[in-house]
């Protein structure tokens, strides 16, 4: 899978980030969004290979393109045996966020990009449109720290698992008024926080990777962006755990569902019987094989955002693969015509 879509979805992420960063800063946070995903899907329909979308633009809303159920790829079009034998390829299931921060875009700031994760049929999995609670460390750390502990014996182990005070850990937070007493018991527990406003995927990623200053990602944000985080995580080898929150009150600003009984029902005619359970990496990225690809759109920890020069743009991208055991940082130069003088700033 990774030899014969590796580049591929490097090129898909590549042009949903470039589309969107045509509207950094601009204030429109829904079209940004919306030419992602229309370069996201015009691009992976010339992919030869069976897609169909697990995670995608709404569970609930009737999204156009990139809906949960869509089919995707040159082999899933009406004319598909024109250009290959559709039972001959194996059916790839596909979670995508075209446009993962689409305020940071819209408002200019740091930490967007455009991400997807494939594996094989059955090997996401297809969360609801619910919240989650995530938990995620580097790989040190990997089966130590535990959602169901404290902050604070969480930073208690990544400090001894890291060899580090635990006033030199940085733990990542989304801004939001559900995390207020976690944001203090770390603080109290002596650690440093960075809180985001959007893009907890990017934190997550970020807390495999030496040098990134980032030690751990805690709190609640969406389910399906965790399980693309898992799917990157469970590749680099790091910790991560998500288990759905169904109850809006816990929530505080709002969730899919008027009722946490209403969701609960929703949740076992999901066939999640357990809406309690707590699940690791390898059950959200269950997969044989698993791909992650990530473009950034405006500049962030790990990448580049879309950088625009006469003729063309520069973007970089990562792609991680759990069949080679790589991450790849890809530096890509798109000519969108000739140049009179290739100035890549």
Known sequence: MENTLG?????VVEQAAIASSKWMGKGEKNIADQVAVEAMRERMNKIYMRGRIVIGEGERDEAPMLYIGEEVGICTQPDAKNFCNPDELIEIDIAVDPCEGTNLVAYGQ?????????????????????????LA?????KGLVDINKS????????????????????????DRPRHKELIK?????????RLISDGDVSAAISCAFGGTNIHALMGIGAAPEGVISAAAM??????????????PSVVQTGLIGESREGNLARLKEMGINDPDK??????????ETVLFAACGITPGTLMEGVRFFNGGARTQSLVISNQSNTARFVDTIHLFDEPKNLQLH
């Open 7 to 11: 580049l591929e979805i490097i090129e």
């Open 110 to 134: 740091n930490g967007s990009m455009a991400v997807l994760a494939i594996s094989e049929k059955g090997g996401l999995f297809a969360a609801p449109d619910f919240y989650m609670k995530k």
């Open 137 to 141: 460390a580097p790989a040190p750390a």
């Open 151 to 174: 902050a604070t014996e969480n930073l208690k182990i990544l400090s001894e698992c890291l060899n580090r005070s635990i006033e030199e850990l940085v733990v990542v937070v989304m």
């Open 185 to 193: 018991e770390i603080r109290d527990a002596g650690a440093r926080v």
């Open 234 to 247: 469970r590749c680099l080898g790091g910790h991560f755990q998500g288990q759905l929150i169904y109850d």
């Open 278 to 287: 707590v699940y690791d990496a390898n059950e959200l990225a269950s997969g």
